[in-house]
């Protein structure tokens, strides 16, 4: 699976992209808990979106910070479910919020 970063959150990723190893059977909620683990510190077990949430919290409050205000598109589909399921090649895009009106 690969993650896409964009503007505030490739600037708190460190990284504009990012591949991830995701079990059968992985959620969205998944894929954001490994996020928060790739190199920032202790890879959290499968849970809740918030608890990767809060688990962000202890390892990259920055990249956690960001997380939460972000949408989320999973093959360039708006994923709004966190436990929507993901596949081996999904790309997920983490879009924080943009400026504009």
Do not use: W
């Amino acid at each position: 699976m690969t993650v896409r970063y964009y503007a505030a959150a490739q600037a708190a990723a460190g990284v504009p992209e990012e591949a991830l190893e995701v079990p059968d059977g992985a959620r969205l909620a998944d894929a954001l808990e490994a996020v928060l683990g790739v190199g920032r510190g202790p890879t959290a077990h499968a849970g809740a979106a918030a608890g990767a949430l809060a688990t962000a919290q202890r390892t990259a409050p920055p990249l956690a910070e960001v997380l939460r205000r972000c949408s989320f598109l999973v093959n360039e589909i708006a994923a709004k479910d966190p436990s929507r399921p993901l596949a081996d090649g999904d790309v997920v895009d983490v879009l924080p919020p943009f400026a504009g009106g």
